[in-house]
């Protein structure tokens, strides 16, 4: 059964950067996207970054230039660095991860912007 965790959330000064991490577990065919998402207090979830098999990165507008997803297929792991937070990016961060015939999520790791 696939699965993913996610770590490296925590609290962080405006302007400062985290590293986020996941780390699926228990897929034993093709990872087609890696991805992150995010949900603020309130608010539904929303996308935030995926990282395709073909390395090709996408991300939100509100996040461009700031962040930078990338993944290890040979460790099944992907990365979110995040630099020049804000507070707006509060949330906790969801992986998802998904291929032929499953999509998983993570429990999420919280992320907190102090102004």
């Known amino acids: 059964q696939a699965q993913v965790v996610e770590s490296g959330g925590g609290l962080v000064q405006s302007g400062g950067s985290l590293r986020l991490s996941c780390a699926a577990s228990?897929?034993?065919?093709?990872?087609?996207?890696m991805g992150w998402f995010r949900q603020a207090p309130g608010k539904p979830r929303e996308f935030v970054a995926t990282?395709?098999?073909?390395?090709?990165?996408n991300y939100a507008d509100s996040v461009k230039g700031r962040f930078t997803a990338s993944r290890d297929d040979v460790k099944k792991m992907v990365f979110l660095q995040m630099n020049s937070l804000k507070p707006e990016d509060t949330a906790v961060y969801y992986c998802?991860?998904?291929?032929?015939?499953?999509?998983?999520w993570g429990p999420g790791t919280r992320v907190t912007v102090s102004s």
């Open positions: 998802n991860v998904w291929g032929p015939g499953y999509e998983t």
């Open positions: 990282v395709a098999n073909n390395g090709r990165a």
């Open positions: 228990g897929i034993t065919t093709s990872i087609v996207s």
